[in-house]
């Protein structure tokens, strides 16, 4: 059994596991890896089509197959000061941010 206040203190982390993340509006998708563990939102602003303002909605770590390649990661920033108020309190409380994968911006 576990103790809700256990679970709050250190949360449940999905450390080097691929997730997707489907638009609403466009329904273009990314798929995410989380580098560390810690907490990712549910909903994230959409980065598949570029200027789309829809909302991208998680698919709860239920990918078929986890060999996918991931285009988005999930990282803990090491310099806070440079966030915005709304990402400073997320990393705070244990959350990791959304960054396109390292691999795609070195091509870039
Ligand atoms: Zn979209």
Known sequence: ????????AEPEGFQGKKNIYVCE???GHIVTVDLERGVTPFMVDCRATHGCKGMMKSSMYRVFDQ???ADHE?????AIQTLSP???DHVSRGG???RKAKHLS???
């Open 1 to 8: 059994m576990m103790k809700s206040d256990a679970a709050q």
């Open 25 to 27: 509006k466009c329904k």
């Open 67 to 69: 060999e996918i390649r």
């Open 74 to 78: 999930w990282y803990r920033p090491t």
């Open 86 to 88: 709304w990402e400073r």
């Open 96 to 98: 990791l941010l959304l």
């Open 106 to 108: 070195v091509v870039k």
